[in-house]
């Protein structure tokens, strides 16, 4: 789905940072698709131009 293996360390990175991110906001959804969307923008960057 990504087109890359991601490296064990960035994976823990976006992690966090997306932890970080996501927990002291209100954000309105579940945080399952919330991180699978962004990682998959990281990974895959045409996919945040809003390319579902």
Same mark, same amino acid.
């Given at each position: 789905?990504? !087109?890359?293996?991601?490296?064990?360390?960035?994976?823990?990175?976006?992690?966090?940072?997306?932890?970080?991110?996501? =927990?002291?906001?209100?954000? !309105?959804?579940?945080?399952?698709?919330?991180?699978?969307?962004?990682?998959?923008?990281?990974?895959?960057?045409?996919?945040?131009? !809003? =390319?579902?």
């Amino acid at each position: 789905m990504l !087109g890359v293996k991601p490296v064990r360390s960035e994976l823990v990175y976006l992690l966090v940072m997306l932890d970080k991110e996501y =927990t002291p906001r209100d954000v !309105g959804e579940p945080w399952e698709p919330y991180y699978a969307e962004r990682i998959i923008a990281h990974f895959v960057p045409q996919h945040a131009h !809003g =390319t579902r």
